[in-house]
């Protein structure tokens, strides 16, 4: 079959063969009961066309089996040849849209307003059957061919820019848009393409070039006209420091509230309030929602990405709504596939992705990344990918594809990107047993985090908590205070409930390590039955985990230690195989297997270093007793467990121990 790094040779082709080859080529697809009215004598050539690897038959249709094979084929023709072939074929009955790509084709480059028009009208027909690569294809032929009708012009530009970022092109959408004419746009106009070039260059390059596109943009504009105004009020929420932007939006309120500016202008500013208050700390404003809602109903064409359902998708797990999130990522993504919209299919897979690991369902979280990556070709290749598949690698205990993951991102990357990097860096050590190695990793997410103004846990993937817990085993509990007592006052005023729950874990830890163990009870306590509303499946089995071992020496009374057997099984059957799921596990089954509530705090002490392989001498000298005391506490030991001997005893404990 030849290949496009070979070079076609017209003339060793039949006429005919050649003829179809060309025919196939002008129209890239061919149905197979359409082939003899638009391929004419020449249909009688496909099956050797076929057979000489030139074309394909897939799904009932004829296809080139090299496009660039068929490119040469195609331009053998003489340009009047061409152009007729694409004349007749524009006559031969072709759906709209492809008939207006036809007479595009036949006619030589140029504006033709007239010709505009008609790919307009088969661009918003492509449009509703929900075919964006033919519609964005339409769009630009559209723009190519306006001709002195300015407001035409500007129209289809920008229809042809929302379409290429619908189709995933969004470098090419914020290309288009930058090179408006951004003088001649109306506020409208100019508001809807500051909206689309922030979203578009977003996603392309990064916030950083987002801000230097636009910032271009507002200089070339003449300092007295009035789209100045709209690209200022825009940049004001684009900057690198979150509580910044969050300030500036605030104080603009009023005036962005007022009759001046437009329901999509003041829907745009209000997006951007949301998303910095979510990040600064501020949650999930329910009433920026609210007010979000009502401009989206005055505002046509809204992009989906922009609504309010996909701001509930992607953000409201963030601040702990994760089954909130759930349910409106899945109503989304069948409306973004209907509509063909890539861009979006693809950032929903990622969040769907987060939640099914915030949920305990891995092996979904896992179908989701693996489609995703079979959309873009990379699955880490955003901040929200890494997040979402570290976050998976970490629950699997697939600790090579974490090392992956992270290796995958630059050094050098964005801030956002850094804090997932840095994250997953320090959660894998902390999780792997290595704290003090895990802290400068976990203080620099929290510290390029707190330099950027993301206050909120959720987007630091919690690492505050992580770093609390690897300061308490380092000894250094006064610091681990510090930020059990910062993420309290997060909550305060709020009604969520897990920063609270998650300050009370920390100074569980911290009264275990100053040997408290009524404080540690109590709070051990106080957070297992808390636990229970927590919609982060994977954490909620960690902290059962914890608890079971802080009341390890407990003196419960029957009810108490039901109640907290019952709730680690519950969280235990919420989660898929995993590292939280083995470890509470192991957890559970000692924690039943040992019936606690017969040996002393002391007894217990005794027991660790028996199993452990201590011998009576070396017990005693870890504990500070005497020989004759351990033999005591052994003997006791004995018969309340009953059990005959010292080999009985290790091996009753040491499967739980191990």
Known sequence: MPTSDDRLDPAALDPGVLTAVQTVAALDRVPVRDAPALLGGAARHVDAAVRAG?????????????????????GALPEDDRRALHRRLAAAGLPPAQAARQRDLAEPVGLDETLARELERAAFDAERAGAVGVALDLWTRAAARSGDDRRARIRRELRLAAQAH????????????????WPALDRDEAEQAADLLISAAYKSSGQSATRQRLERVHDALPADHPNREVTAVYLAGIGEHFGEVRARLERALPELRSDRFSPGFQRAALSRLLYATLL??????????????ALEAQVPDLLLEDTVASKRAMYAHVADRVEESDRAIAALLVEARVAGDAVLTRTLLVHAAQVDVLLGRF???????EERAALSGDVHATPAALRAAGLLALERGDFDEVVRAVGSTPSDTASMGRIARSALQGLLLARTGSPAAAIPHLEDAVDTAERIGVREPGRRLWVDVDLARARVLQGDVDRAGAIAASIRRLGEGTTRRLPALQADRIEAWIADARDRPRDRADRALAVLRASSAMEWVPERARVSSEVLHLLRDADLDEETRSEVTSTARSALGLIEDGTARRALAADLERWEEADLRLLTPAERRVTDGVVAGLSNKEVAERLHLSIRTVESHLRSIFVKLDVPSRSRLVARFARSQG
């Open 363 to 369: 092996a979904s979280a896992a179908r989701r990344l």
């Open 166 to 181: 619908v189709a995933g092109r969004s470098e090419q959408a914020a290309t288009v848009l930058e090179a408006l004419d």
């Open 54 to 74: 030139l074309l394909v038959l897939e799904d009932g249709a004829l296809r080139p089996a090299d496009r660039d094979v068929a490119a040469q084929a195609l």
């Open 280 to 293: 600064t700390g501020g949650g999930f404003d329910e009433g920026l929602l609210a007010e979000l809602g």
